[in-house]
């Protein structure tokens, strides 16, 4: 099956290897990257028109191009070994100075999320870390008696207010997608995504921290179904981990989605069993489900007419994936022998 985006995509390639053989210099490479991978390249700004593509096209479409997106990104650095980065090609300095740093593990995986998501037509939204109580539970129904919202499961900025009209640092990222439905007035069909750092008030542990990172999604439209909900999930999983996942559900209870799932992903990295699946080939991503009619009234979506789906996942744990990395605390730790790894 040739889909017509196959094309664009081979063009590009083909253009981008052959300009690529006849550079000799660091200068002439620079100006390559700039030109297919920069910010305003052509290949992100293709990427971009994923929203033009038919809705059955859009997952495929992300994929294709974040793969061209990879294989050029080799290509570079292959070329780079071959004629020198701009950095090598000056003098080198003779003082002592402080080596250049680089972005944590955690922002890289972030990034490469957003721009998953991003490929799949979602809009990327962030918000204030500092949340109120209206946003962050009542609004997703989960009510002032909820454990939840209890002192030893969320951190509030004072002394719990027995109307729940506090302030707290925010539980998830949910809430920045009410806010923006309701102060944007946004009408369905929506798609969004709001990747950010959260706060739970628990002890850390090598698989719990009081502080990490979510990525949530939230698609609502006339028609949209848990099959929906299923080949998103699965472009973003096949898409980071570069192999083909499948997911499975397994239900789960969560106030804010009626049904709720819990998610399963096929293991990536082997056959059989391996030590990151616990021997099982299957490997536990999230929760997700289809938007509760509550939670649909209180962004002034009608439920009669709209439906939708919501996810969270943690891109802690994606990146301890990706790497084998068994503790979640390393992330915090400031250990700079971790973070140099990711250099
Ligand atoms: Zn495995």
Redesign the pocket.
Known sequence: MTEPADDIFAQLKQQATEQLKKITTPEELEQWRVNFLGRKGQVPRLLRTVKDQPAEQRAAFGQHGNKLRQELEGLLTAHQKKVGTRAMSQPQPKVNQAGLGHLHPLTLTRRRLQNIMAALGFLIIEGPEVEEEKYDFDALNIPFEHPARAETDTFYLAPRSPRGDGRVLRTSTSAVQVRAVIENDLVPPFQIASPGRVFRNEKPDPTHESTFYQLEALMVGPSVTVADYRSITEALFSTFFGKVASIRLRPGYFPFVEPGFEIDMS?P??QS?????K???W?EMGGAGMVHPNVLSNMNVDPEKYQGFAFGYGIDRFTMLQHGIDDIRLFWSGDIRFLKQFA
Not at 273 to 277: A, D, I, K
């Open positions: 293991c990295f082997c069993g391996c030590r990151l699946c021997q099982t080939t490997i």
